[in-house]
Nanobody, 127 residues
Framework: QLQLVESGGGLVQPGGSLRVSCVAS????????IGWFRQAPGKEREGVSC????????NYADSAKGRFAISRDTASDTVYLQMNSLKPEDTAVYYC????????????????????WGQGTQVTVSS
């Protein structure tokens, strides 16, 4: 059983930066494509970014392009989402998820493709 745990959320001012992290217990993250999703109050969950298991492919939602960067660290088996130039509309609970059936060099931002989810970490952008 793969259990994902997010951390690093918090309160940040508009224009600021924050890095959220995703680690796993059980099997390591290194074998799977990992996605970051978010859900704002009153809205549906949406895909933000994903990274393939080999780290060679990344995808971003239009809202994240140019501001967010996803990466994975093999040594610590951690996936990061670096968020810069944050806006109030980025306020949401951020979830990481694992797509255990993705081929090595692919990832997609389709929620239904993901099999395991973390509990989420709150990111609030406010002055």
């Amino acid at each position: 059983q793969l259990q994902l745990v997010e951390s690093g959320g918090g309160l940040v001012q508009p224009g600021g930066s924050l890095r959220v992290s995703c680690v796993a217990s059980g099997f390591g993250l290194r074998y799977y494509a990992i996605g970051w999703f978010r859900q704002a109050p009153g809205k549906e969950r949406e895909g933000v970014s994903c990274i393939s298991s080999n780290g060679g492919t990344t995808n971003y939602a239009d809202s994240a392009k140019g501001r967010f960067a996803i990466s994975r660290d093999t040594a610590s088996d951690t996936v990061y989402l670096q968020m810069n130039s944050l806006k109030p509309e980025d306020t949401a609970v951020y979830y990481c998820a694992a797509d255990i059936y993705a081929v090595e060099a692919m990832c997609v931002l389709t929620e239904s493709d993901y099999d395991y989810w973390g509990q989420g970490t709150q990111v609030t952008v406010s002055s």
